[in-house]
């Protein structure tokens, strides 16, 4: 599985990327988990508001999300 969390590095941005870091360990899940900061890359997602995540290649969220949000996100693509 294949993680990304888009953001500027924002306090927002940088508690979704330890929120998705925490929620793999928890599950065990076999994924790659890198922070998108690069703006030009972040804006070929079509995102407007940051942070977002994206799965396997898709926006999966957008805004601030929680860390039951992530697991439930996770579980579901996982």
Same mark, same amino acid.
Request: hydrophobic letters at 40%; aromatic letters at 2%; one cysteine or more.
């Given at each position: 599985?294949? =993680?990304?969390? $888009? *953001? &500027?590095?924002?306090?927002?941005? #940088?508690? !979704?990327?330890?929120?998705?870091?925490?929620? =793999? #360990?928890? !599950? @065990?899940? @076999?994924?790659? !988990?890198?922070?998108?900061?690069? $703006?030009?890359? =972040?804006? %070929?997602?079509?995102?407007?508001?940051?942070?977002?995540?994206? /799965? @396997? *290649? #898709?926006?999966?969220?957008?805004?601030? /999300?929680?860390? %039951?949000?992530?697991?439930?996100? !996770? &579980?579901?693509?996982?």
């Amino acid at each position: 599985m294949e =993680i990304k969390v $888009l *953001g &500027t590095g924002c306090s927002n941005c #940088k508690a !979704l990327y330890a929120s998705v870091e925490k929620v =793999i #360990k928890e !599950l @065990d899940i @076999d994924a790659n !988990l890198e922070k998108e900061e690069d $703006l030009e890359k =972040i804006m %070929s997602y079509n995102v407007m508001s940051l942070p977002a995540l994206v /799965i @396997d *290649g #898709k926006v999966v969220a957008k805004g601030k /999300i929680t860390e %039951s949000e992530v697991r439930k996100l !996770l &579980t579901l693509n996982n």
